[in-house]
């Protein structure tokens, strides 16, 4: 089915999976996907199956971008919510990888007015704007199940478009993350490693944004200038400058977890 520079991204997408899982980003449901290297037309997303018990090609479809459909409609099926990734596929140019999660430490910044913002560096990318929040609810036609589901181009399409581009590029999203009403978030990477760190460190900054409202609230007015510091623009840009060409660093860490700590679990079929 597929070459060997194909299978090499494809074993990166197994670990990828067992990565998401390991840090709790993805649990029973959640997926991440890959655009086709050799067929910008195309990506790779799992069959219908928890993301730490893919392993094998055989657990992998391809589906094309234009319409999520499989390009081979005689394998297992894959996710229902496969449109959230052919439409962003679909909007920017320049992503190639896609993650969507129900992380339970992001979700409250789903359904509140609280902004979810870069609050230390390695999140930086998040930057000082706040990120989207796509409310599905607005896009519901009648005789839509309203089960939250991305279950269609025209929903995955309004996705897509509630992400912030900014007035440099309009091929990659700014920030690289949309949150989703009471269910959870989309996250988009120029790759798979990135996509992954993407969704990690949004992860972990909605963790420490909460414990800093919890604090802030028990205990306020105690100090000078009280009240939360976000990193500022271009703290936000400088940091994800800085940071953006060593995510080979954690990668190289998390990929070695699953493989080492995981044992037992995860299995890529696909690891030599
Ligand atoms: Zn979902």
Not at 14 to 41: K, M, Q, W
Not at 251 to 256: G, I
Request: proline share 6%; aromatic share 10%.
């Amino acid at each position: 089915m597929v070459s060997a520079n194909a299978t090499s991204i494809l074993s990166t997408l197994i670990t990828a999976n067992h990565v998401l899982h390991y840090h709790s980003v993805l649990h029973a449901y959640g997926h991440i996907s890959v655009r086709n290297p050799e067929n910008a037309s195309t990506f790779f997303f799992a069959r219908t199956l928890a993301p730490a018990l893919i392993s094998s090609t055989e657990d992998i479809n391809e589906l094309n971008v234009a319409d999520a459909s499989q390009t081979d409609p005689t394998r297992p099926r894959s996710f229902v919510e496969r449109f959230i990734h052919s439409e962003i596929y679909k909007r920017f140019e320049d992503v190639n990888s896609v993650v969507h999660s129900h992380s339970p430490q992001v979700l409250p910044y789903t359904i509140t007015d609280v902004p979810l913002k870069a609050v230390y560096h390695l999140p930086g990318f998040l930057g000082d704007q706040g990120v989207p929040n796509f409310d599905i609810a607005e896009f519901y036609e009648p005789g839509d199940q309203q089960d939250l589901l991305v279950s269609n181009t025209r929903l995955g399409a309004a996705l897509a478009n509630t992400f912030n581009v900014n007035s440099t590029t309009n091929s990659f999203p700014d920030p690289p993350a949309v949150l989703m009403r009471g269910h959870g978030l989309a996250v988009a990477g120029e790759t798979i490693e990135q996509a992954v760190f993407f969704s990690i460190y949004t992860q972990s900054n909605a963790e420490i944004q909460s414990s800093a409202i919890e604090l802030e609230h028990a205990f306020p007015n105690t100090g000078e200038g009280s009240g939360l510091r976000y990193l500022t623009a271009q703290e936000g840009i400088d940091s994800w400058a800085t940071n953006k060409p060593l995510i080979i660093r954690p990668w190289e860490l998390w990929q070695r977890e699953v493989q080492t700590v995981g044992q037992g679990l995860y299995v890529n079929g696909l690891e030599h």
